[in-house]
């Protein structure tokens, strides 16, 4: 998924906690599996950002419901050089 640069947005997962999501490359309306995720800045010297799955299931998408997507590299660079943690909680 970070080779191929997915795109990913906000939502909320079972438990109601908000994380940031992916599916697909080119995500369309149906039922996919998707990966939830936060991306945090690593305190390892070696790492700069650390990519923490939360949850992984099958659910549907209505993708003219989703939240702005952006791609996974973009969110990738604002978590490493912003220090912040993505999506905040």
Request: proline share 4%.
């Amino acid at each position: 998924m970070i080779d191929q640069n997915y795109p990913s947005w906000e939502s909320r997962d079972k438990n109601n906690v908000n994380n940031l999501v992916i599916c697909n490359a080119q995500p369309i309306n149906g039922t996919h599996y998707s990966i939830m995720y936060q991306l945090t800045p690593s305190r390892s010297k070696r790492i700069d950002t650390e990519l923490v799955v939360k949850s992984a299931y099958e659910r549907y998408f209505d993708m003219s419901k989703t939240g702005k997507r952006e791609k996974i590299r973009v969110l990738i660079k604002k978590s490493h050089y912003n220090g912040i943690t993505i999506p905040k909680q």
